[in-house]
């Protein structure tokens, strides 16, 4: 009675598990409370305020869930070695999630441009590819760019020479834009269409920049 009122003053592990073997409590019956772990809240506000049909949004919010659900599950309980800390799993599971949301936005604009074109059933996993590689290289450049502007703020004023020396390396860093044309040259001599691959490359480019603007936390 007194440990079940509160009368023992930090009771051991010991103690608890003698008195748990006691009232007849299997191991197995508490160790859903020792793993676990409150729930990434899944903000799909992107996905809300965007101009999808209910029955889209529905579709792709329960998607998103469950992908991250998924990997949330998976940190938690790995399959070798021991789990991340909470607030680590936490972090991880919020970058997932931000990024998914991203994903799957953006994979819906392309679908409904590649629905408008005579895309033959082979070629359209190519086209998705094109999506996913300029996706990737917006989101590495955004990215870079948030980590350069940490360490500038971070680092002390540079000399003359130091300056030149930054400016020179800006100018030899080939950006986004200039890594797009690259692709869609390849991809042309792929024999995919060029102008399509150039459209689908701007809708990405696009629909980023507005998440971007409109959804800044998602970055």
Not at 69 to 91: I, V
Not at 126 to 144: F, H, M, N, S
Not at 174 to 188: H, N, S, V
């Amino acid at each position: 009675m007194r440990l079940e009122t509160g009368r023992v003053a930090n009771p051991t592990v010991k103690t608890i598990a003698l008195y748990l073997r006691a009232c007849g409590a299997l191991w197995g019956e508490i160790t859903g409370i020792l793993d676990y772990r409150e729930p990434v809240p899944i903000d799909t506000k992107a996905i809300t305020d965007s101009e999808l049909s209910p029955e889209d949004k529905q579709r792709l919010e329960w998607a998103i869930e469950k992908q991250v659900r998924k990997f949330e599950t998976k940190l938690a309980m790995p399959m070798g070695g021991k789990p991340l800390h909470p607030a680590r799993q936490a972090e991880a599971v919020r970058k997932l999630r931000n990024y998914r949301i991203v994903v799957t936005l953006m994979e819906q604009a392309v679908a409904e441009v590649l629905a408008d074109r005579p895309v033959v059933s082979i070629e359209y996993p190519r086209y998705k590819a094109v999506e996913r590689e300029a996706l990737g290289l917006l989101w590495r450049a955004t990215r870079g760019s948030q980590k350069s502007k940490v360490k500038s703020q971070n680092r002390p004023e540079d000399g003359e020479g130091g300056s030149r020396e930054a400016e020179g390396r800006r100018q030899n860093r080939a950006g986004p834009a200039d890594k797009l044309a690259e692709k869609a040259e390849y991809w042309g001599m792929q024999k995919l269409d060029r102008e399509l691959v150039q459209e689908v490359q701007e809708v990405v480019v696009r629909r980023f920049a507005s998440l971007h603007e409109t959804n800044p936390e998602l970055f």
